[in-house]
Each structure stands twice: as C-alpha cells, then as structure tokens.
C-alpha cells in the first residue's frame, strides 16, 4: 500500500467511509498499474468483449456504457469489420473505478478527473492527492449529512411521542366517557 494512503488513513480519517474509500484508493493505483503495462500485454491476458458482455459482467445497462463514453470517461475500441464497440482491460478497470466512485458518491466529474490524472502524471501522485482531497471533501458531506439525519430523527421521535400521547389519552376518554 502506497505511504500516502497508509498516512492519511492514520492522521485524517476516523470513520467506517474510511475503509470504503482507502479501498477505492488503492484499487485506483492498482488498476492504473494494470493499465501501464500497455494494451499489447494486457490483451493477451484478457480479450476484448462486446458492450453487452461487459455490462452484463459489471450488472449494469449497456445505456449506461455509453452514456460514459459520451462524457469522456471510457474510450473503446471499434472493431473495423463488425462495427462493433469493444473493450479491453483498461477500459474494464475505468468502468470498475467508475461504478466504485459513484456508489461512493463521487460526481462523474471528479472521477474523471482522478481516473485522467493518471495519463498526465504517471508516477499517480497527482492521482493519489487529488483522491485524498475528494474523499476528504465528501467525508465532510457524508458528517453534515449525518447530523442533518440525526437532528431529523429526533424530531420525528418526539413528534411521535407526543402523538402516540395524545391517541392514548383519547382512547382513554373514549372508554371512560
């Protein structure tokens, strides 16, 4: 596990999100790994599949597949005789760390972003930092959130309370009246 995650799990995070997000973390520098040692090795140890195959795989529409492509995040590759989208590992990994990102919370224009940073800087600091600055900011929304929760539960408890008051003591006038 890179330094970085091991630290900021230790001095910043106290929370069950925390595990979550270390996870997609490190899945984040994993599948950028497998995505470095290029298409050539990769496809050897992996076939292409069809847009179909692949959503069937990640339980997702092949609509949805699309609609990431649309917006930049996945690239496949187009099979010149069949006209036929294809995808190999790489795509694979960004659709994984996609779905990931979005059960976490993240906007698809953050995890674009994190996903991307690793064609800019390949040594994954870049990527890394601004994975870290993104779960710090949605463990902030996740703690609001919660408060916010918890403030609702309460009222709702009391109004219960005094509810459940007030048909008992109408049931108690109802039998005794």
């Known amino acids: 596990m890179p330094k970085e995650i091991v630290l900021h799990r230790k001095l910043l995070f106290d929370n069950k999100f925390l595990d979550v997000y270390v996870n ?7 599948s950028t ?11 050897v140890e992996q076939s292409l599949v069809s847009i179909s195959k692949l959503a069937q795989e990640l339980l997702i529409t ?3 597949i699309r609609y990431y492509e649309e917006m930049g995040l996945l690239t496949p590759v187009h ?15 960004r659709l994984t760390l996609i779905l990931r990102g979005k059960r ?3 906007s698809l224009a953050e995890i674009k972003e994190m996903i991307d940073l690793y064609d800019i ?16 900011k949605r463990l ?8 916010e929760l918890t403030l609702l539960k309460g009222e709702l408890l009391d109004y219960h309370q005094q509810f459940t008051e007030l048909l008992r003591e109408r049931n108690t006038e109802k039998r005794g009246g």
Not at 33 to 43: E, H, L
Not at 79 to 93: D, T
């Open 24 to 30: 997609w973390c490190q899945n984040i520098y994993k």
């Open 62 to 64: 092949p609509r949805t």
């Open 140 to 147: 902030q929304e996740l703690d609001e959130k919660i408060r």
């Open 104 to 106: 976490l919370g993240f």
């Open 33 to 43: 790994k497998i995505i470095r040692k290029g298409s050539v090795i990769a496809a």
């Open 79 to 93: 099979h010149e005789k069949m006209s036929q989208r294809l995808y190999g590992p790489r795509e694979r990994a």
């Open 121 to 136: 800087d390949r040594t994954e600091g870049l990527q890394l930092e601004r994975a870290v600055a993104y779960g710090e």
